[in-house]
């Protein structure tokens, strides 16, 4: 779990993701629509993939991928994310790592 934290906190916006993965690739589309470019860790291509994915389900997730953490903090799945989006507060939430226009 210690490798999640530290790779989940790097930057603004952290997915964790499957290479495979279609939720993975059309949350990481939507964060780039909305002018944040996060960083993405393919769970699948990493030596310690199956590790980090048991660690993300002891955080919460309720899938082990896509994980999204924004600021740290774990914010959950593509339904989580989706729901923040349609709600109005995924934006705000988004605001201190989009660059500067």
Excluded: W
Excluded at 27 to 37: P, S
Excluded at 58 to 65: H, I, Q, T
């Amino acid at each position: 779990m210690d490798k999640v934290t530290r790779l989940a906190t790097e930057k603004g916006v952290v997915i964790f993701s499957k290479s495979s993965c279609c939720l993975c690739y059309a949350v990481h589309i939507l964060f780039q629509e909305l002018g944040v470019n996060p960083v993405v860790h393919e769970i699948d291509q990493d030596p310690e993939g199956r590790d980090i994915e048991k660690a993300l389900m002891r955080m919460g997730c309720n899938g082990p991928v896509p994980a999204v953490f924004i600021g740290g903090k774990l914010i959950g799945s593509t339904n989580e994310v989706m729901s923040l989006h349609l709600s109005g507060h995924l934006i705000p939430m988004l605001k201190p790592y989009q660059p500067l226009s």
